[in-house]
């Protein structure tokens, strides 16, 4: 008899996502695991990422976590400052978090979490098989079985159409799996999908540049060698702009993300969401902050800056048509302020992993139950970090006025010990209450009440 393990799965796009949900699911005895990717490779996106306790524990229990250790920062506080005069709104102590929630807060690079994901999937040859260079052009049928079309870049193969028992849309922000999803529940006879037609993606109109500096360029500027030695989390906030910054790869590089209005993408014709962008233009967007700013702004190699468009989602109705589930940008696309986008991508590929190993049989009815159970567990959790998230932005971007003196209260009772932190990563409870989660747990003790 054909166990869960012997289901055929394809899981389009090797990001943080689909690399954690094929791991997630070889950890599990899957065999046969097909993951598309349009890329050539994994692609090498010069940028950091906060690695949070809930992403670290997830990656702790799928045997990856210790390489991505070794390379991270550990964060041991945080730095809230105004950007124009470098003046401390607040310092949060971050050292409680490794006792409290198991893992250390790290921050490190994006290709040491990508790599050692590849890494743990290569681990599994013959389960997992990695198509790079080849794009899902289409998504044809949901269920019973989903159909897609693949086309490899090289011309000399030929588009052809595959068949798998579970298809994964793990394609990002742009997902043709989620547009091929709503046009199937838009051409639904039921008024009340139909609706799904008018969920479409937002442009938040807030752009992010990411910029690194290495070490050998700050090496006669003593302030900004602390800044690297340090294992501090710094944001300067200004009105509708701010900059996080920190060290990642064992000190020696300094990370940059910015966010301000978008209006480079706003001018141009061109529907791509990431440009190189100008180093002017970019001092510009921050010629009014410090001159600690400025300095690390001058030592960013011209050429090397990144601009990237950030877009959300409306909240989808659903992930999951028959045989078909959604996950990670695809589905709960965010703003980067509380630094959960990938943290939620990795959630669900364990989550998903969970699930489909707890099927009693492989018939495409209980394949679509079990997609279901993992909706469950995790579509209410991510969109309330994706509406924080931008909350955390709105707060941190006020300028001058009833609200943004309301703010600065906070901040200052926040310096006396007391109250939340309006920079929402940085505050205890929110962290209790992302930290303190762990998904594999919850899926585990819900799967037989949302499976039913
Ligand atoms: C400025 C910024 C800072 C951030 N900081 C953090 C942070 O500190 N911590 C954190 O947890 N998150 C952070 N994020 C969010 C995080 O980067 C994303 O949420 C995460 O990378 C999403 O992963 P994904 O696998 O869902 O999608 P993606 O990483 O977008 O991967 C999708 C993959 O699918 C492939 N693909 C797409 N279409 C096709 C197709 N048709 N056929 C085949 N392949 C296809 C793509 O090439 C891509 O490789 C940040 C984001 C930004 C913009």
Same mark, same amino acid.
């Given at each position: 008899m054909?166990t ?8 389009l796009g090797a990001?943080?996502g689909g690399?954690?949900?094929a791991l997630a699911?070889?950890?599990k ?7 598309y ?5 994994l692609g090498?996106?010069g940028?950091?990422?906060?690695l ?5 524990r997830?990656?702790?229990r799928?045997g990856?976590w210790?390489?991505?250790?070794a390379?991270?920062?550990n964060i041991e506080e945080?730095?809230v400052?105004?950007?124009a005069?470098?003046g401390?709104l /607040?310092?949060v102590?971050?050292?409680?978090i490794?006792?409290?929630y198991g ?6 690079h994006r ?5 050692n ?5 290569l681990?599994?040859p013959?389960?997992?098989k ?5 794009t899902?052009s289409?998504v044809?049928t949901?269920?019973p079985?989903p159909?897609?079309?693949?086309t ?5 193969q030929?588009?052809?159409?595959v068949?798998?028992?579970?298809l994964?849309g ?16 838009a ?10 037609a ?5 442009d938040?109109q807030?752009a ?5 500096i290495?070490?050998?360029?700050v090496k006669h500027? /003593?302030e ?20 996080i910054a920190?060290p990642v790869s ?6 940059l993300?910015t966010?301000?209005?978008?209006s ?10 990431t440009?190189?962008g100008s180093?002017?233009?970019m001092r510009?967007?921050f010629?009014d902050f410090?001159p600690?700013v400025?300095?690390l ?9 990144c601009?990237?468009k950030l877009?959300v989602h409306?909240?989808l109705p659903?992930?999951v048509?028959?045989s078909?589930?959604l996950l990670?940008?695809a589905?709960?696309?965010t703003?980067p302020?509380? /630094? ?6 990795v959630e669900d ?8 190993a707890r ?8 394949v679509?139950?079990?997609l279901?159970a993992?909706?469950?567990?995790r579509?209410t ?13 709105r707060a941190l ?5 009833a609200?943004?003196a309301?703010?600065?209260k906070?901040?200052?009772a926040?310096r006396?010990?007391q109250?939340?932190v309006?920079?929402k ?6 962290q209790r209450?992302?930290?303190?989660f762990?998904?594999?747990q919850?899926a585990?003790e819900?799967?037989d009440e949302?499976f039913?």
């Open positions: 054909a869960p393990q012997d289901l055929k799965i394809a899981i990001g943080m690399l954690t949900t699911l070889a950890e005895g899957f065999k046969y695991i097909d993951v990717e349009t890329a050539s490779d090498f996106v940028a950091g990422i906060q949070a306790p809930n992403m670290a997830v990656l702790d799928l990856v210790q390489g991505i250790e390379e991270a920062v945080t730095s400052r105004v950007g005069t470098n401390e /607040a310092h102590d971050l050292k409680y490794e006792k409290t893992y250390k807060h790290m921050v490190g290709a040491s979490l990508a790599g994901l590849y890494q743990g999937c681990r599994h013959d389960a997992i990695f198509h790079f260079s080849t899902v289409k044809q949901f269920s079985r159909t897609f079309t693949v490899p870049r090289d011309a000399s030929p588009a052809h159409d068949t798998a028992d579970v994964f793990a394609d990002g922000i742009k997902s043709i799996t989620r547009a091929a999803m709503l046009d199937e529940l051409a639904d006879a039921d008024p009340t999908t139909a609706a799904t008018a969920v479409a993606v937002k938040t807030q992010a540049y990411r910029i690194m290495h070490q050998d360029q500027d /003593a900004l060698r602390a800044l690297l030695a340090s294992n501090q989390v710094i944001r300067w906030i200004g009105h509708k702009r701010h900059i920190y064992q000190h020696t590089l300094y990370n993300s966010t301000q209005p978008d480079n993408f706003a001018a141009a014709t061109n529907a791509t969401y440009t190189r180093k002017a233009a510009e967007v010629a410090c600690l400025q300095r702004l001058s030592y960013v190699p011209e050429g090397d800056v601009e990237w877009r409306e909240p659903t992930w048509l028959g078909v589930a990670g940008d589905c709960h696309p703003l302020h509380l /630094a959960q986008g990938a943290a939620q991508a590929g364990a989550v998903i992993a969970v699930v489909l099927l009693p049989n492989t018939e495409p009815a209980s679509h139950r079990a279901k993992y909706e469950q567990v579509k959790r991510a969109y309330a970090l994706v509406e924080m998230a931008a909350a955390s932005g971007h006020l300028g001058d006025g609200a943004k309301e703010r600065d906070q901040f200052a926040l006396q010990g109250g939340p309006p920079d990563w940085a505050d205890a409870e929110v209450e992302i930290y303190g762990d998904c594999i919850e585990e819900r799967f949302y039913a």
